[in-house]
T-cell receptor, first 113, second 112 residues
Framework: DAKTTQPNSMESNEEEPVHLPCNHSTISGTDYIHWYRQLPSQGPEYVIHGLTSNVNNRMASLAIAEDRKSSTLILHRATLRDAAVYYC??????????????FGAGTRLFVKA | DTAVSQTPKYLVTQMGNDKSIKCEQN?????MYWYKQDSKKFLKIMFSYNNKELIINETVPNRFSPKSPDKAHLNLHINSLELGDSAVYFCASSQVSGGASFFGPGTRLTVL
């Protein structure tokens, strides 16, 4: 299974942009790159996903490297409510069951006021 | 108008008991999942159910049995509970083919 590697933790100041990196050097051509976040005592929350092109939505932007071996989740203006664990995972679009999806340790984002 | 709901939120029980966790989604998704999050916070998929096809993760003990009465529900039944089953269990749903998954609030199971 293609794995992802993320820093254990990152820190940001409120109102500043945050760039959360993810390495996935063994990604296959059919893998989508997904980002989720989990606030304390809550279920994971979908943030964004993409395949090859950069993606934007109301929560964040996803920048995907040209070789797809890495990606960066961009929070344009961090707020205290963005403090969470951010997970970068790969999901094979051919798999109807998400059978092999495992969330790793993720990156714990600390936001300072 | 909760998208994915689970009951109960907390479940405390004795070793050896049988318990069930219920999950419902109102998103019209075709696929539903059960995940287990252990004390180290790793989230691992246990089962997925897509249009009446159950896909089982073979590492899950057969004491765990998912049941789907219809496309909107995927319940989890656990027989002969063990201490190691203590964890937070999340239900999720998604459309097929790599789309976004939406998770429920979780059920914290404590086995004494």
């Amino acid at each position: 299974d293609a794995k992802t590697t993320q820093p254990n933790s990152m820190e940001s100041n409120e109102e500043e942009p945050v760039h959360l990196p993810c390495n996935h050097s063994t990604i296959s051509g059919t893998d989508y790159i997904h980002w989720y976040r989990q606030l304390p005592s809550q279920g994971p929350e979908y943030v964004i996903h993409g395949l090859t092109s950069n993606v934007n939505n109301r929560m964040a932007s996803l920048a995907i490297a040209e070789d797809r071996k890495s990606s960066t989740l961009i929070l344009h203006r961090a707020t205290l409510r963005d403090a969470a664990v951010y997970y970068c995972i790969l999901r094979d679009s051919r798999s109807t069951g998400g059978f092999k999806t495992i969330f790793g340790a993720g990156t714990r984002l600390f936001v300072k006021a | 108008d909760t998208a994915v709901s689970q009951t109960p939120k907390y479940l405390v029980t004795q070793m050896g008991n049988d318990k069930s966790i219920k999950c419902e989604q109102n998103l019209g998704h075709d696929t539903m999942y059960w995940y287990k999050q252990d004390s180290k916070k790793f989230l691992k998929i246990m089962f997925s159910y897509n249009n009446k096809e159950l896909i089982i993760n073979e590492t899950v003990p057969n004491r765990f049995s998912p049941k789907s009465p219809d496309k909107a529900h995927l319940n989890l039944h656990i027989n002969s509970l063990e201490l190691g089953d203590s964890a937070v269990y999340f239900c999720a749903s998604s459309q097929v083919s790599g789309g976004a998954s939406f998770f429920g609030p979780g059920t914290r199971l404590t086995v004494l």
